[in-house]
């Protein structure tokens, strides 16, 4: 059993910044990858980023250049990293490993 708890969410101006924290406990192998999505009220969640154990990462074209996904496999914790937030970003960001997510936590760019 995997357990995912993120942490980080909050409010934000446009063009500022939040750093996402998935913290996972159980039975974490580095062979699988860990994610981050989104999704907004009447829409799929979608992929957002991730990262293999190895650190190879992936992003969805909407946030290339502004996010960053990292993984500190010791702590087996994933981060976001998120620069030049736009209302666009608003969403709940849940993480992912495997068939497991988080609870989500609510990130919302307005002025």
């Known amino acids: 059993q995997v357990q995912l708890v993120e942490s980080g969410g909050g409010l934000v101006q446009p063009g500022g910044s939040l750093r996402l924290s998935c913290a996972a406990s159980?039975?974490?192998?580095?062979?699988?990858?860990m994610g981050w999505h989104r999704q907004t009220p009447g829409k799929e969640r979608e992929l957002v980023a991730t990262?293999?154990?190895?650190?190879?990462?992936n992003y969805a074209d909407s946030v290339k250049g502004r996010f960053t996904i990292s993984r500190d496999n010791a702590k087996n914790t994933v981060y976001l990293e998120m620069n030049s937030l736009k209302p666009e970003d608003t969403a709940v960001y849940y993480c992912?490993?495997?068939?497991?997510w988080g609870q989500g936590t609510q990130v919302t760019v307005s002025s």
């Open positions: 990262i293999t154990g190895l650190g190879a990462t």
């Open positions: 159980g039975s974490i192998f580095l062979v699988h990858a």
């Open positions: 992912s490993y495997r068939q497991y």
